[in-house]
């Protein structure tokens, strides 16, 4: 019985596998076809400095508008595109796209790009930045790279490296989704980042959830403390937006000022007139 049973259960997941793989390989080669025939498009998402407000960057954030599947998330394809050396093909072509929109924008402020952890372990990654910042001829202080703590934590000692690195190109670093990861406090003072990112997570529900409130405090003081700049993602509401300036966190990313802008639309864009 147990034994008829383990079978079927073996069975049953196999194909729900084989579903999956198929599904997988399928947008692996949806993907694919979309770099070489431009259904990928960068968005940009300004980050404001509270107290003007003045835009002071953007991040970049990758769009796919598919023939065949319509809108497809990066939520969704990100995950799968990393999975394949895919992500390298894909990450080449969203930091070509960037540099691109800093030398075309006369805005003169930092447009972040989002790495993952295979762009950290290809070894050339370096080599690329250096090369788009040089191909577009851009002050690499208008450059920012995004990274998860996840992604550093698989090779901690190839990353402090590969993160000096790439500071001594002169672009800043940012961890991203701050506070989802497990960086201890002693780790963190080693990497030469400037900028620790709030997850939304966190600032969803404040000011009204008290944890939230104390979790996001906190997290605003131990930047401070470490002399890192904060910005925080996702805030939506003015609320928000004054509860982080009453814990002294001014940068702010999130559709309260304004969602991800196709580039024409982010080159002209000022909070005074959208925030
Ligand atoms: P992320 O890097 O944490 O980007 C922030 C996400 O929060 C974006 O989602 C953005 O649109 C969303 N967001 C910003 N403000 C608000 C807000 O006020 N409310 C709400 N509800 N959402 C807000 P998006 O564009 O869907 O991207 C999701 C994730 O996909 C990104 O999270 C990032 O991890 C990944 N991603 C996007 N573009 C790239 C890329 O070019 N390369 C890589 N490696 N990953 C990317
Ligand atoms: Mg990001
Ligand atoms: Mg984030
Ligand atoms: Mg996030």
Redesign the pocket.
């Known amino acids: 019985e147990a034994k008829s049973q383990g079978k079927n259960t073996y069975h049953f997941y196999s194909q729900e596998l084989n579903t999956i793989a198929k599904a997988r390989i399928e947008i692996e080669q949806d993907l694919l076809h979309a770099i070489e025939h431009d259904e990928l498009e960068l968005y940009f998402?300004p980050k404001v400095d509270s107290r003007g407000p003045l835009l002071v960057g953007f991040?970049?954030?990758?769009r796919w508008t598919s023939k065949k599947r319509g809108f497809v998330?990066?939520?969704e394809f990100?995950p799968i595109a990393e999975q394949s050396n895919l992500?390298l093909k894909?990450?080449d072509w969203?930091l070509e796209k960037a540099a691109q929109f800093v030398h075309e924008s006369k805005q003169n402020v930092v447009v972040s790009?989002?790495?993952?952890a295979k762009q950290f372990e290809s070894g050339h990654l370096v080599m690329n930045l250096n090369n788009v910042i040089t191909k577009y001829g851009i002050d690499p202080t208008l450059l920012e790279v995004?990274i998860t703590e996840s992604s550093l934590m698989r090779d901690v000692e190839g990353a402090i490296k590969q993160l000096e690195d790439i500071k001594t190109l002169g672009i800043n670093i940012s961890i991203?989704?701050f506070g989802t990861g497990y960086s201890s406090l002693s780790y963190l003072k080693r990497l030469p980042v400037s900028t620790l990112k709030i997850d939304?997570s966190f600032i969803k529900d404040t000011p009204s959830d008290k944890s939230d409130v104390e979790i996001t405090s906190a997290i605003i003081a131990m930047a401070t403390q470490l002399g890192l700049e904060v910005i925080a993602?996702?805030?939506?509401t003015k609320d928000q937006v004054e509860f982080l300036a009453s814990q002294n966190c001014f940068f702010i990313?999130?559709?309260?000022y304004s969602?991800?802008l196709p580039k024409n639309d982010a080159i002209v864009w000022t909070p005074e007139i959208n925030g």
């Open positions: 998402q991040e970049a954030l990758l998330s990066p939520a990100i992500i894909v990450g969203v790009v989002n790495l993952s995004e991203d989704d939304r993602e996702g805030a939506e990313q999130g559709y309260f969602k991800p």
